[in-house]
């Protein structure tokens, strides 16, 4: 169904009678600056949402989240002093 020359006649007199002449500027201009800011905070929010997707921790972080997760990282390393090789 489409909305012919007539119908689009039509709405505009319905909008004059209901709203007056000289309020017809001011609602467009309403009208277009909330689209406007719709649009600045839908793109902002589409953007914040891709850089977080993006954004991958380094390599070091996740071999050491690794060794966290099989235990590696909890054994403290052996140290051997010149007084406990001795003692062997």
Same mark, same amino acid.
């Given at each position: 169904?489409?909305?012919?020359?007539?119908?689009?006649?039509?709405?505009?007199?319905?909008?004059?009678?209901?709203?007056?002449?000289?309020?017809?500027?001011?609602?467009?201009?309403?009208?277009?600056?909330?689209?406007?800011?719709?649009?600045?905070?839908? @793109? $902002? =929010?589409?953007?914040? !949402? %891709?850089?977080?997707?993006?954004?991958? +921790?380094?390599?070091?972080?996740? @071999? $050491? =989240?690794?060794?966290? !997760? %099989?235990?590696?990282?909890?054994?403290? +390393?052996?140290?051997?002093?010149?007084? $406990? =090789?001795?003692?062997?």
């Amino acid at each position: 169904m489409k909305i012919g020359p007539w119908e689009i006649i039509l709405i505009l007199i319905i909008v004059m009678m209901v709203f007056g002449v000289g309020k017809i500027p001011q609602i467009g201009k309403q009208l277009g600056r909330g689209i406007r800011d719709f649009k600045k905070y839908s @793109s $902002a =929010a589409n953007e914040e !949402e %891709s850089a977080r997707t993006m954004v991958k +921790p380094p390599a070091e972080s996740i @071999s $050491a =989240a690794q060794k966290l !997760e %099989s235990g590696e990282a909890a054994k403290a +390393p052996e140290v051997v002093t010149k007084n $406990a =090789a001795d003692k062997h």
